[in-house]
């Protein structure tokens, strides 16, 4: 499942530009707005409609819930999901230009953006909400955001397999961030600063991992929460799989070929490269 993986990481790193760029944020607070996290969860959620917090909280399950009602459903009283799409595909368009300069209308654009398109048409949106609902959306004219919006949908597509994968393993939304610190594939600091989940939350769920066997009394990950974790991933990598078969070898290729050169240029990825943006973890898996 190497290949999943791959292009997992190629459309994530073209995708996670709205996240931190300056213009995004700016579009976001003139569309009503208030500040990161409910442009995040109302941004993501946009495509289903004003659905309410419950809602976000199943599909956004690895965040807190108070962190997830800090934002939605006030977003809905600011703003509408037609409103909130519109600025973030503005705010997108701004970014990508200056971000990408001459890239911007490379010929590789327009063929990444029709790569992608059809791994969206290949994918299968059984189970795959987000997905389903970002699909839903009319693609954009532009090929720098065509490719934006394919690989967006490409991206929530792999979130909802991992959700069915956290969801078979039995973890809940606290539990699954703290096992990944666990086993060192995320840095601590996410559990309360990203995710938002309280240090009596996390310590609960490290006790209920504990009980499970997965970590040991210092919140290492033992030998059994390692291969738990490693068959999420695992599963994770299964589900996301057809699409890219689909398309085949030769168009996958070409297309991290084409992808790398555009996404040299744009900032970091906060889950890719989190050992390059973090502190490191002072734990280790345990044998």
């Known amino acids: 499942m190497r290949r999943a993986r791959q292009m997992w990481e ?12 300056p213009e995004v944020r ?21 495509p289903l409609g004003p659905v309410p917090a419950s809602v976000v909280e199943s599909l956004f399950f690895y965040f807190a819930p108070a962190r997830v009602r800090r934002a939605i459903p006030d977003a809905w009283t600011f703003s509408t999901p037609a409103q909130v799409l519109a600025a973030r595909y503005e705010g997108m368009d701004a970014a990508l230009r200056r971000e990408l300069g001459e890239l911007v209308s490379s010929d590789s654009i327009r063929r990444n ?9 290949a994918a ?28 967006t949908l490409l991206r929530e597509y792999r979130s909802g397999c991992h959700l069915i994968a956290l969801a ?4 809940d939304g606290c539990e699954s961030v703290v096992s990944q610190v666990a086993v060192d594939e995320a840095p601590g600091e996410w559990i309360q600063e990203e995710a938002g989940w309280t240090e009596t939350e996390a310590a609960a769920a490290y ?3 504990r009980n499970r066997g997965w970590v040991d009394a210092d919140g290492r990950a033992t030998a ?36 790398a050169p555009l996404n040299a240029v744009l900032p970091k990825d906060d889950q890719i490269d989190w050992r390059e943006l973090y502190t490191a973890n002072a734990t280790s898996v345990t044998e």
């Open 113 to 121: 953006a029709e790569t992608v398109r059809a791994a969206c048409d």
């Open 26 to 46: 700016e579009t976001a607070t003139a569309a009503g707005l208030k500040g990161f996290w409910m442009s995040y969860f109302a941004t993501r959620s946009a």
């Open 10 to 21: 190629c459309v994530e790193r073209y995708h996670q530009l709205c996240y931190w760029a």
């Open 207 to 209: 006790e209920r991992l």
């Open 224 to 259: 059994a929460g390692s291969a738990g974790r490693a068959e999420v991933e695992a599963m994770t990598d299964r589900l996301d799989g057809a699409h890219w078969a689909a398309i085949g070898d030769d168009a996958a290729d070409t297309l991290l070929a084409d992808m």
């Open 168 to 171: 078979a393993a039995g973890l």
């Open 124 to 151: 299968n949106p059984v189970g795959r909400v987000l997905f389903a609902g970002w699909a839903s959306l009319d693609w954009p004219d532009e090929p720098h955001l065509a490719l934006w919006h394919g690989c």
